[in-house]
């Protein structure tokens, strides 16, 4: 297979597009970029080959980054850009590579999108803009590329295919009675249409069941009851107060200009289980771990806290009480909020709690229903005034559970009554929600083209390096102005 010419070669017949682009366009800026990564390597293995030329790699990677860059995730969209868009003809020198080409390689090459994002973030580290003082955690729940009604239970899925198999096995017998009396003047081994399309069927629900019955072993709590036919990995997550089909982008950023330092396509409904993934991934891409990272309390639970203690990074998470008051400051001077178990000192020499009252909680017993668990319990709440707010037992008992580690979680979470680590914690929404809102309110990005976990990894990726290029294109630009100003 050949190479198409790609140079910047002026044509015969008019203006290139090369001269009809301004100087300060963000195409060119992605231009510089890409070609500074040589990726040109990647097209040795079309060089003297037979067949038709195959596109410059270049050519692809630059055309999906500036339609995501733009909105634009239809292969078809691109491929009719590439024919009519003046800056879409700048970047492919011409060219128009046709949709089933584009959407062949972006799903074919992620891994390729994973390197060229992490040299992005190479690219920002070396011009001082993600020097990793203070990154922000957060997750955008994305709507899958699936109907999701389409969905369907273990017993359905089995029941679906008990029925199928019966078919084919009929249809196939009947088939073969009839090829033995008439002929069908074939090969005599080719199956009719409707038989290829109850295979296709019975595959698919195959691998729903499998997904689903794989989902259930791994799920900790809440194992999944249903899963879509269409994409079975797709979970059921909660987006604006309602459940969607979808994935879950995780998505870390640096405080000073929001460069994204390391991203994660995850299937879980949940982010309790990210945060120290997330760590592991920041260090990964960018070659060195963040001083801090601050989260919501989505990220909290206490195994995830201890885990994130003993690593390089300061984790400023709280747990879901402490963010409550933290959203609310009334909460804790009054109402059940008030007798929160949070509210209780904790006296380490005697092994006691004292509740806001003055009483005295004595260690009780410990139970291992689910994990070892510490009880404590107060003999003299029945004439206290305000019993009802405290506890709900019927006896008037009031029972505080904790880890046996219960000391060095609760240092943790004390944390928050730093002043200092509050004003942290406020920075968070600033860094990272504005992400998000590119997204999904000026590219309008808000349901994936991609079907399955790898899919939608590409396309995350295509994001955070669209968004990597514009935040280095307005450096550039800044810089630029800063040069020129006399």
């Not at 410059?56 to 733009?70: E, S, T």
Request: hydrophobic fraction near 35%; charge should be positive.
């Amino acid at each position: 297979m050949a190479l198409r010419e790609y140079s910047n070669q002026g044509e015969m017949f008019g203006l290139s597009p090369n001269l009809l682009l301004p100087a300060g366009h963000w195409a060119r800026a992605l231009d510089d970029i890409v070609e500074k990564l040589g990726l040109q390597q990647l097209n040795r293995k079309h060089e003297h080959t037979p067949g038709e030329p195959a596109y410059d790699v270049r050519v692809l990677v630059k055309v999906l980054i500036f339609a995501y860059g733009r909105g634009i995730t239809s292969s078809r969209e691109m491929a009719r850009q590439c024919e009519e868009n003046l800056a879409f003809q700048y970047l492919t020198r011409g060219q128009a590579p046709d949709f089933r080409t584009i959407s062949l390689f972006r799903r074919k090459k992620r891994h390729l999108l994973r390197w060229v994002f992490k040299k992005t973030v190479q690219l920002a580290r070396q011009m001082g803009m993600a020097r990793l003082g203070l990154v922000a955690l957060d997750s955008v729940k994305l709507a899958a590329n699936a109907n999701a009604g389409k969905k369907m239970t273990a017993a359905e899925l089995a029941d679906e295919l008990r029925k199928l198999d019966e078919y084919l096995g009929k249809v196939t017998a009947t088939d073969q009675n009839e090829n033995s009396q008439y002929g069908d003047g074939q090969r005599g081994d080719e199956l009719p249409a409707d038989i290829c399309g109850a295979q296709e069927r019975k595959q698919k629900l195959e691998k729903a069941l499998q997904t689903l019955r794989e989902q259930q072993a791994a799920a900790k709590q809440e194992p999944p009851q249903n899963v879509s036919i269409e994409d079975p990995e797709a979970r059921w997550v909660k987006k604006q107060g309602r459940f969607i089909r979808g994935y879950s982008a995780q998505v870390a950023a640096d405080s000073e200009h929001q460069v994204i330092v390391a991203v994660m396509a995850a299937a879980e409904a949940t982010d309790s289980e990210q945060l120290n993934p997330m760590l592991q991934e920041v260090e990964q891409t960018a070659g060195q771990a963040p001083d801090q990272l601050v989260a919501d309390s989505g990220y909290y639970t206490d195994d995830a806290m201890l885990e994130a203690a003993r690593s390089k990074t300061d984790c400023i998470v709280p747990d879901s009480e402490t963010a409550a008051r933290l959203n609310n400051p009334q909460r804790g001077q009054s109402g059940e909020g008030a007798y929160h178990a949070s509210r209780f000192t904790y006296d380490e020499a005697k092994d006691d709690f004292t509740c806001p009252q003055g009483k005295v909680l004595t260690f009780w017993k410990t139970h291992c229903r689910r994990g070892p668990t510490k009880l404590y319990r107060c003999q003299d709440c029945a004439a206290c005034p305000v019993r009802e707010l405290c506890t709900k037992n019927a006896r008037g008992f009031r029972t505080i559970q904790v880890r046996p580690d219960h000391v060095e979680v609760r240092r943790i979470r004390e944390r928050f009554n730093s002043e200092t680590v509050r004003g942290v914690y406020r920075k968070r929404k600033g860094i990272i929600e504005p992400i998000f809102g590119r997204w999904q309110h000026n590219w309008g990005i808000r349901r994936l083209r991609l079907r399955g976990r790898a899919g939608f990894s590409a396309e995350l990726h295509l994001l955070a390096i669209a968004h990597n290029v514009t935040k280095l294109f307005n450096s550039w630009q800044a810089l630029a102005s800063a040069v020129a100003r006399p």
